[in-house]
């Protein structure tokens, strides 16, 4: 199930905002995708009770009303998907929304054997390949996560782990410390491209110390030479969702933060 609540606002409208950007500057429209976290097409919301929400329905509510000229991007994929409570679709699916299944190519990576079977349904005939594995396992060259040979569109490459910790190295739902120097190969192939193209990393429920978050980000950004752009919104309890965009060959504006969600660092 979703959360529903405003982690999946973050995410899905910093998402939204970012691919649709590199889709235009590509000239042709096309984006390639890296999905480390792919859930089902679509799944109804879990339980609400405490979540912080108000950003999260406010675009719910504002895309069943008919389009305005300067609606927010996820508005509009909002309304495009039909999302709702009921049924609240995944990165791919508001990509496929804003972008075109037929521009899309790349991979997405779910553990979940019945959610990798939907996903490879709702993707057949497409140039956008799901993977019942952990990401960990698709970043080598060849795999799907992986930079292609001769890449010729832009790229967009996003993670949503549960949260981060400088602890173990479990191949399970976190972001370690551990995992920089996967990470930063795989990162710093698609940079070496020359495609411009931007890697979007999000973590959940971040208490009072979020500095190893943040000087992990820092290190990445060095190895694969990008520079980061980054944003947050409270979460229940006083702890926060952080997001941060690596960008490469793009530069995205001072007010490109999506509304309600906070520019910087905390």
Same mark, same amino acid.
């Given at each position: 199930m979703?959360?529903?609540n ?7 409208s ?6 649709? +950007? ?12 890296? /999905? ?6 679509f799944?109804?919301?879990?339980g609400r ?6 950003h999260?329905d406010?675009a719910? *509510? ?8 300067g609606?927010l991007?996820?508005v509009?994929?909002y309304?495009? *998907?039909?999302?709702?409570?009921d049924n609240?679709?995944n ?6 929304s804003?972008?075109?299944?037929g ?9 979940? +054997?019945?959610?990798?079977?939907q996903l ?6 497409s140039r ?5 594995s952990s990401?960990r396992?698709e /970043?080598?060259?060849g795999r ?9 569109a832009?790229?967009?490459f996003t993670?949503?782990p549960?949260t ?8 399970d739902?976190?972001?370690?410390r551990a995992? /920089?120097?996967?990470?930063?190969v795989?990162?710093? +192939?698609?940079v070496?491209?020359?495609q411009?193209g931007i ?6 429920? /971040?208490?009072?110390? +979020?500095g190893?978050?943040w000087k ?5 950004q060095?190895r694969?030479g990008a ?5 947050w ?11 941060t ?6 530069e ?6 999506p ?8």
């Open positions: 979703a959360k529903g405003d982690g999946n606002y973050l995410q899905h910093v998402e939204v905002e970012a691919a649709s +950007r590199l889709a235009r500057i590509g000239g042709d429209g096309r984006l390639h995708i890296a /999905m480390t976290h792919g859930m089902a097409p799944e109804p919301f879990g009770a405490g979540q912080v929400r108000g999260l406010a719910l *509510t504002a895309s069943r009303e008919p389009s305005l000229p609606d991007a996820i509009a994929a309304r495009e *998907t039909g999302a709702s409570a609240y679709p990165s791919a699916e508001l990509l496929r804003v972008i075109g299944a521009n899309l190519s790349g991979g997405i990576t779910e553990i979940d +054997r019945t959610k990798c079977d490879s349904n709702a993707w057949a005939g956008v390949v799901p993977r019942c990401w396992r /970043m080598d060259a799907i996560l992986a930079c292609p040979e001769n890449l010729q832009p790229w967009f993670m949503d549960m981060y910790t400088d602890g173990n190295a479990a191949d739902d976190k972001l370690h995992d /920089m120097d996967l990470l930063s795989t990162l710093g +192939r698609y070496k491209s020359g411009p890697a979007a990393l999000f973590v959940y429920a /971040m208490w009072r110390e +979020r190893p978050f992990f980000i820092d290190e990445l060095d694969i520079v980061s752009v980054s944003f919104l409270t979460h229940r309890g006083g702890s926060q969702n952080l997001a965009l690596l960008c490469s060959g793009i995205l504006p001072p007010a490109f933060a509304a309600g969600v906070n520019a910087g660092r905390t």
